[in-house]
Nanobody, 124 residues
Framework: VQLQASGGGLVQAGGSLKLSCAAS????????MNWFRQAPGKEREFVGA????????YYADSAKGRFTISRDNAKNTVYLQMNNLKPEDTAVYYC??????????????????WGKGTPVTVSS
């Protein structure tokens, strides 16, 4: 199983970035795809998630109204569109997959697969 995140970079505050997470190696229809981030010196935190089956989305409070998660079934890819970025959004962003459950798992230990992170830097 491979999860490959990409799309990170340097952006000014107020700008936008779109991250991608390409999934391969298995069928992910029974999984929830998640985005986490980890800022320097901080713990990894949940950003948002999307159920592969049905497409329901969930967001951390810090992401609501600014970030949007979507998926492309044909490409087996999940996206994180980030708008109105703030310096506090600076972090390494990771995609992860978790077996779908009734409740959304928002802790890193609950993930089954992780991709390598992609760094996002927001300058003020």
């Amino acid at each position: 199983v491979q999860l490959q995140a990409s799309g990170g970079g340097l952006v000014q505050a107020g700008g936008s970035l779109k991250l991608s997470c390409a999934a391969s190696g298995r069928t992910f229809s029974s999984y929830t795809m998640n985005w986490f981030r980890q800022a320097p010196g901080k713990e990894r935190e949940f950003v948002g998630a999307i159920r592969w089956s049905g497409g329901s989305t969930y967001y951390a409070d810090s992401a609501k109204g600014r970030f949007t998660i979507s998926r492309d079934n044909a490409k087996n890819t999940v996206y994180l569109q980030m708008n109105n970025l703030k310096p506090e959004d600076t972090a390494v962003y990771y995609c992860a997959a978790a077996t779908a459950r009734d409740n959304i798992v928002v802790v890193p230990v609950g993930m089954d697969y992780w991709g390598k992170g992609t760094p996002v830097t927001v300058s003020s």
